[in-house]
């Protein structure tokens, strides 16, 4: 009966930190502590949606609570741990701030503490979304962590930790949940596929864990949707059930974009438009094709950045092996131009037309991959013109602070671009005045950056790490660097121009 029925992740959340994916780094250490009794008052855990947090924080209090742990883990048997589970140990208690952020909530938390736990040994509270609360509730929180009584602890849990203030950031032991590799989700995926008894298909919980982007609530969920029609869950009936079959008219069309032929391009586009597919919607989608194309050709480990059967990637390598990441970069600058238009305009399938042919006549030539221009932001913000834009004097190392949260930006920009954030693995960035500039060792970047869609996610990165405004953006090269790539001044100031203004 549908009603009994009880969703895959929730039925399948971890009881013990053995049980936790792809969290090793987190889950011994608290193992560890729990198994030795050195137990922290405050611990914070950060990290994107549906990694384990809140089942770690469950597992922790049961641990502590527990009448029978073996090593750290509770024995998930005792009448603690079956009381913690049924929620009903007053002693374990879990707070969403996101509906109780104000400053009474915490008040009365802060009373309720000065009573002892009445059957476990530790009264836990679990905050969860703690970036929710209002100031002045993190200021009673604060009064809370300063001094808390010893039978008390706090996990405090977030995704979002940048907007959590310092104090409160630094009284608690921090630990950071990643993102589940592609994997580990998989394996985890098998695994309860047998203890549910239906066929799951190696290649079909691939496809799953890269469509989850490493969150295994995620994963578990389309996994649900996937076997509601079918119990034996493959591949081809993963892509058909995440609206990813039938993807076949996006190759033959870049087919017919690559060739330059604009008969068949009108053709097959005069088909789709009989089959009503929506032309904004094909327009998006023939912009990814060709994003997942050109993540082919610059990115060393392209599998997981590319959704899609195994046999489809094996249709994305031959196609891209017919062109350049230039030439794509080209028509995905132009399609994402074209698409803007097409919002506007009113007859959608000759904006289409048009644009496509425009796309077949377009300089089909590669440009050359020039050495980027090196950047020297000109000390006023305003917009630079071309006389602003030319160098002062050459950049100096010295004089640029290292951007010390770049680390974060990348995780960051994995959630939200996951090939910028590929291509820019072993970057650094400096900070001066209102710029940031990059320093990547990857030929693709300076390309990447120049589009106006992957600046803008860049600087999005960095404005949500910091919490401050969008930055601006240069590349950053080292003093003497520039005289091994000459280049003719003209082309280097039309660049510098063009890359500024964005
Ligand atoms: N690391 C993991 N290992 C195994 N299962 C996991 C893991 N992370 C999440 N899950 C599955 O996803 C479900 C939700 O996980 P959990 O509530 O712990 O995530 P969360 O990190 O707290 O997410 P959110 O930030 O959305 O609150 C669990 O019930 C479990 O089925
Ligand atoms: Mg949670
Ligand atoms: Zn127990």
């Not at 009966?1 to 780094?25: I, N």
């Not at 200021?139 to 409160?168: C, G, Q, S």
């Not at 000759?350 to 980027?372: D, F, G, R, W």
């Not at 940031?436 to 960095?462: D, T």
Request: aromatic share 6%; glycine share 6%; net charge negative.
């Amino acid at each position: 009966m549908r009603s009994l029925y009880q969703v895959l992740y929730r039925k399948w959340r971890s009881q013990t930190f053995g049980e936790v994916s792809g969290q090793p780094h987190v889950t011994t250490t608290l193992r560890r502590a729990l198994a030795t009794g050195r137990l922290g008052h405050a611990y914070l855990f950060t990290g994107p949606r549906g990694t384990g947090k809140t089942s770690c924080a469950r597992i922790f209090a049961k641990s502590v609570n527990c009448l029978h742990p073996v090593d750290g883990e509770p024995c998930n048997e005792c009448e603690l741990c079956r009381g913690i589970d049924a929620g009903s140990v007053m002693d374990v208690i879990e707070i969403d701030a996101a509906s109780n952020n104000g400053v009474d909530n915490i008040r009365d938390l802060r009373e309720e503490t000065s009573f002892l736990p009445s059957q476990g040994k530790f009264r836990v509270y679990i905050i969860d979304e703690v970036h929710m609360l209002s100031s002045g509730a993190f200021n009673a929180l604060l009064k809370t962590l300063e001094e808390p009584p010893p039978y008390v602890i706090f996990i405090l849990a977030t995704t979002e930790v940048h907007k959590l203030p310092a104090t409160v950031l630094s009284r608690c032991q921090r630990f950071d949940f990643h993102r589940i590799s592609a994997e580990e989700i998989a394996k985890r995926l098998l695994f309860i596929a047998g203890q549910e008894q239906f066929t799951l298909e190696a290649d079909a919980a691939m496809l799953l864990a890269r469509v989850a982007d490493g969150a295994m609530r995620d994963a578990l969920s389309l996994l649900d949707r996937c076997r509601v029609d079918a119990e034996e869950v493959t591949a081809a009936h993963v892509a058909r059930c995440i609206g990813m079959a039938d993807r076949h008219y996006l190759f033959e069309l870049t087919d017919a974009l690559l060739a330059g032929e604009i008969p068949l391009c009108l053709e097959l586009l005069h088909q789709l438009y009989q089959d009503a597919c929506d032309m904004e919607r094909l327009c998006e989608d023939l912009l990814f094709h060709l994003r997942n194309l050109l993540v082919l050709l610059v990115v060393r480990q392209p599998r997981d950045l590319v959704i899609c059967t195994e046999d489809d990637f094996v249709l994305y390598r031959r196609q891209a092996d017919k062109t350049s990441a230039a030439r794509l970069l080209q028509l995905m600058e132009r399609l994402e131009a074209a698409n803007a238009n097409l919002r506007r305009s009113t007859d959608k399938r000759m904006e289409m037309e048009i644009t496509l042919i425009k796309l077949c006549t377009s300089n089909a030539q590669p440009k050359a991959e020039a050495p980027p221009a090196q950047i020297t932001p000109p000390k006023k913000a305003d917009a630079p013109n071309l006389q602003a834009a030319q160098p002062t004097s050459p950049p100096q190392e010295p004089q640029a602070g290292e951007f010390a949260r770049w680390g974060e930006v990348l995780s960051e920009l994995q959630n939200t671009n996951p090939p910028l954030a590929g291509i820019l693995v072993g970057s650094t960035a400096f900070t001066r005045d209102d710029f940031v500039l990059i320093k990547s060792e990857n030929p693709a970047f300076p390309m990447f950056i120049k589009q106006g869609m992957q600046a803008a996610s860049l600087k999005e990165a960095i404005a949500r790490v910091t919490g401050g405004e969008r930055p601006r953006l240069g590349l950053f090269r080292a003093e003497g660097e520039e005289a091994a790539a000459p280049k003719d001044p003209l082309a280097r100031l039309a660049e510098r121009a063009e890359m500024l203004s964005k």
